[in-house]
Every structure is written in C-alpha cells, then in structure tokens.
C-alpha cells in the first residue's frame, strides 16, 4: 500500500487541530468513526467529489507507515481501496501541508503529489 495518503482539509479546521496538537477528524469522519484518507492517484477525485468550489483548504500529506493496525485500507468509491485511519492523527505524522486553491475553473489546483519522503 502507499507510504504516503492526503487528507483534504477545511484551513481553519487544521488550525484548530494544530493548537491542539491532534487531528480527531472533520465532521464526517467523526461520524464515520474513523478519519478518511486518499492515495494520490484518488485525491483529485475526493476534492471534485466531497469539496467542490470549497476555498480555503489545505491538502496534508501524512506517513502512512506509522499508524499500524489503526490504518485498514477498505474499499469505497468504485470498489477502490481508500485508507482509513481508526484512531486520532497525532501531528508528528505530517509530512507536508499545502493549500489547495481553486483554479479559474472552479477545480482545485493540487501541487505535485506522489511517494514524499520525510
């Protein structure tokens, strides 16, 4: 599986999470019980699916390899295998944080993404 996942993120959201010094989740994943994820080749899916036209987000780059058993990758959209992360994401797990501005055509412009190294 990969070594790097995105979790895409409302700004002040992850501010809150920053003072915290703990992500527990946004909404949906609180009631989903566990905080959703994308690989790289599903990220641009989730943001035109699950955040369209939404400004002012941030994409979060995370170490996938430190969550063990917490992590479970199952399947979702189209049967694809998304990573799922049954615990709370302590913040030393974060690679990297990016906005995730909208274009002039209402799509989000990603920065490059693919296998990060710390």
Not at 32 to 39: A, E, P
Request: proline content about 8%.
């Amino acid at each position: 599986m990969d070594k790097t996942i995105y979790k895409i993120v409302p700004r002040e959201l992850w501010q809150q999470a920053r003072a915290a010094g703990l992500f527990k989740g946004a909404p949906i994943d609180l009631k989903d019980g566990y905080i959703h994820f994308s690989t790289a080749t599903q990220a641009v899916e989730t943001a035109r699916l699950h955040f369209a036209g939404e400004a002012d987000l941030l994409l979060v780059a995370v170490d996938a390899t430190v969550f063990g058993q917490a992590l479970k990758w199952e399947p979702s959209r189209g049967g694809d295998l998304f990573p799922h992360l049954y615990a709370d994401l302590p913040l030393d797990a974060v690679i990297w944080e990016k906005p995730l501005p909208l274009g002039d055509d209402g799509l989000h412009v990603f920065p490059p993404i693919g296998e990060e190294t710390r």
